[in-house]
């Protein structure tokens, strides 16, 4: 039984891995920063590791479909991210694309 579970541990992974880009861009159309990123999508039911969701929010940075500014007037200083125009282009893209896949998948669960 042991076997099993770790094995659908590794798939699910697999799975949540294939979706946290489209997840993080989905919740970046206003700027927010990495513990409210994490905050509000555990709400919704995806949970992000912060050692998944900094790294991510830092590749995304570099191929500038991100940009960050840092805020200073609080107490501590934060790092907000906020998809660019280019960001807005690749979401709706990637938005699409999975739209249309979990309509065939939807055709393939069904059978």
């Known amino acids: ?10 798939l699910t992974q697999e799975l949540r891995r ?5 997840s993080v861009l989905s919740q970046l159309d206003s700027p927010a920063y990495g513990y409210t990123l994490v905050k509000n999508m555990e709400e ?5 590791d912060t050692n998944t969701l900094y790294p991510l929010l830092r590749r995304l940075e570099k ?11 609080g107490s501590k200083p934060r790092k907000y991210y906020k998809r660019t125009a280019f960001g807005d282009a690749v979401y709706e893209s990637l938005r699409r694309q ?3 896949m979990t309509e065939c ?5 069904c059978n």
Not at 18 to 22: E, N, S, Y
Request: proline share 0%.
């Open 63 to 73: 191929q500038e479909i991100l940009i960050s500014e840092w805020e200073t007037d």
């Open 98 to 100: 999975w739209e249309e």
């Open 44 to 48: 919704k039911g995806v949970k992000v």
């Open 1 to 10: 039984m042991g076997e099993i579970n770790e094995i659908l541990q590794a």
């Open 18 to 22: 294939g979706t946290i880009v489209l």
């Open 105 to 109: 998948m939807q055709k393939l669960l």
